[in-house]
Structure formats: C-alpha cells, structure tokens
C-alpha cells in the first residue's frame, strides 16, 4: 500500500497484514487498477450486494483509505466497535436522515479524505442493481463538499456472495464534480446527480465480461 497522508497508520498495518488474506478468502481481482487517482478527496460509490463489500472495497484501493459509513448497530458491538472506528468507519443511522454522519462525511472529504458510500442503502443480492432502488445520500454528500465521484462495481457470479468465488472489483474513472452541473439543491436535484452516479456504476457491470479475460 502506498504510504499517505490520507491513511492512519493503524490502517496501513492492518492494510499490510491482511491484505493478502482477504484477497485469498474473497478471491478478489481488481480490474482497472492503474484509474485510481494519487490525490484523494473523493467519494467512493459502488453497488452493495454482501455485508462483505466494504472489506472489499478497502482492499482495492491501494493508495488510499477508503472510509466507509456503516450502520449504527455496528459500533454497539464489544471489540468490533474499537476496531471499525481504527479502520476509520463511522457510525449512520439508516432509519433517517443522520445529519451528524452527512456533516461527518462531508467534512472528511474537504479536508481530502476519500469516503466510501452504497448508494443502494441497503444490499440486494442476486437481483440486477439497475433495477434497485437507491438514496439520494451520496448525492447531497458529494454536492455539500463539491467533492468527485468514484464509480466502482463489484461483479461476483448471480450477485450474489459466497467465500472463495471470485469477486472482480471495477475501478471506474473519476467524475468531477463540475460534471453534474449542481445549481441549487432539492430533492429532484439530488436524484438526478444519484441517477447519474449510480448509472455509471450500473455501465460499468454492464460492460464487463469475465470470459474476455480468460481469452487475454
């Protein structure tokens, strides 16, 4: 992992420690590695199939750590809750709109953190994220920092998730902010920006095809 300003150092260790691990066990291929941008500041968006994704995420980002909203539930386990607020994790109640965890994230990314988010809000195994429905969170995050998106979409067999199938992780290309044309806010605004995110990620599944690697 390359060393920045962005990640703890406790991330870079456990990074360093059981990266390898998490790559057998998850069988992960990350596929258009070299589009992961030097500087941060950007908000990651991929589809949410497993409870497993943001394991994956993190592990394909090598040059950055990727923080990752997860729900509240989470932080009220002994252990877990130490460990996943190390790993740079931070708490979002999914019952509401948590201004606290928006103000959060919004915040991380300004400061030129990256921030992981599952627009879908909710993992919907076996079904074709297209046709799924999502939140506008990300979109009113990624406008309140003025921050770019980064489309990522996580292929794995009938979405669906199983320990040692393959799971490709895509790396998409980055959107800048300006590319939106955000004016003034509003619910409609808000998932038009979504639509359009989520549409890129949707693209990119849509065009990957694990057969044509195996003919490279």
Known sequence: M???SE??????ICYAVFAKIVGLIFRIKV???????DEGGFLVCANHVSATDAVVICYAFRKHQIRLMAKKELFKIPLLSGLIKML?????????????AIRK??????EGK???????????????????PRKNGAA???TRAEADVFPVYIWRKNNKAKLFRRTYVILGERIPFESFGYTEG????????TDIAFGHICDIGEAFDPKELKKK
């Open 2 to 4: 390359k060393k920045n």
């Open 7 to 12: 990640a703890s150092r406790f991330y870079r």
């Open 31 to 37: 596929i258009n590695a070299e589009n992961e941008p």
């Open 88 to 100: 740079g994790a931070f708490p979002v109640d999914r019952s509401g709109s948590d201004v606290g």
């Open 105 to 110: 994230a919004v915040d991380m990314l300004r």
């Open 114 to 132: 990256c921030v992981g988010m599952f627009p879908q809000g909710h993992r919907y195994p076996c079904e074709d994220p297209r046709t799924t």
């Open 140 to 142: 009113l995050i990624c």
């Open 186 to 193: 509003g619910s409609a605004e808000y998932k038009r920006i």
